[in-house]
């Protein structure tokens, strides 16, 4: 365990904030300014670079890191806007994600994703199985942009008696737990 300790302690833990750090959405002005530089490859104005630049701040974060874990409630069986405007601001064209003979490359290799949700329900069996689309989305945005590991734990049924809550967040930190050991050891 000491070990352990030691090989996350001596890691640079950068952390983001979405609900300080709102991601800029895609606009008219910022989409085609995206459009004219990633997908058309022509120069854009520094008015156009402006519009661009807190979602390059966001690309070269994700890019610098070896470990990105992402956290958040499921909001009507999904992830919440801001954390699907992150995504759409670090999956740009020719940055985490290239087309190449109509193929699609993810360009993050050697990365790894976890995306840890709690949820009210429970999603992991029976009828709401289907609804659950938090930790499956944010698992495929992960994997399209190349990211060589991706898991996901979902700390579900948070709004259920206290026995169940409890077993479940026992469950989802023993989940953590052993990913964080696989990763690090």
Known sequence: MA???SKVKNSTIEELDLAKDVPDLFLADNLMAYIQRDYLKQDISAEQKSLLSKMDKMIEQVKSSDVVVLAYPMFNFSMPAVVKAWFDSIMLKGHTWNAQ??????????KKALTIVSSG???STGP?????????????????????????????????????????LTKAFEEIQAIAHEWYQ
């Not at 003979?101 to 050697?110: A, C, N, S």
């Not at 495929?140 to 700390?155: D, P, Y």
């Open 128 to 168: 709401m199985k289907a609804l659950e689309h938090a930790v499956s989305l944010s698992n495929a945005e992960f994997q399209f942009m190349g990211f060589s590991e991706v898991k996901g734990i979902l700390a579900e049924g948070m709004n259920g008696a206290e026995d169940a809550k409890s077993s479940n």
């Open 121 to 123: 329900g429970s999603y």
């Open 101 to 110: 003979d109509g193929k699609y490359l993810g360009l993050m290799k050697g």
């Open 3 to 5: 070990e352990f300790k």
